[in-house]
């Protein structure tokens, strides 16, 4: 038992040895702390590109949309095909999407960037689309001027 505990204050001391050598290095350099050298593989400079160049090229972000409308089997498509113009005709502004993704057709509606938006709308439309449902998904960036 009485080793078990000098061990571990061994241990102890030693990692907190290690840190304090560790800072004390970290705050020698340059005393104007305006020249900082960072050393690192130039791979992560490629994948920093990378990154960026793909963001740019990417049109959406993270959001929710609602679900009014999901069938699969025979004439599916022109079921949600039909749901989608029924409502376009009385939200003509409001984005509607139709996505296959087998076997199902879905149709969703709407760029709401937060889930409180997307519940004020599906307020409104509870009477007409008693089954609807909010999902998360990439929705459309917001136009700018």
Do not use: W
């Not at 409308?69 to 003509?92: I, R």
């Not at 057709?105 to 009477?127: C, H, M, N, P, S």
Request: with cysteine; charged share 25%.
């Amino acid at each position: 038992m009485y080793k078990m505990r000098y061990f571990c204050y061994i241990c102890s001391v030693l990692i907190i040895l290690l840190t304090r050598v560790d800072v004390v290095f970290a705050q020698q350099g340059d005393s104007s702390g305006t020249n900082t050298e960072i050393i690192q593989d130039e791979r992560v400079d490629i994948l920093v590109k990378k990154h960026i160049q793909v963001n740019q090229v990417l049109n959406t972000m993270d959001g929710f949309r609602i679900q009014v409308f999901s069938d699969s089997g025979n004439n599916s498509k022109n079921k949600a095909q039909s749901v989608q113009d029924e409502f376009l005709a009385k939200y003509p502004a409001m984005g509607v999407y139709l996505t296959f993704k087998s076997p199902n057709y879905k149709v969703r509606i709407g760029d709401f960037r937060t889930k409180l938006d997307a519940q004020r709308f599906l307020i409104e439309l509870t009477a007409d689309y008693p089954n609807a449902f909010i999902i998360a998904d990439q929705i459309n960036l917001p136009k700018t001027d």
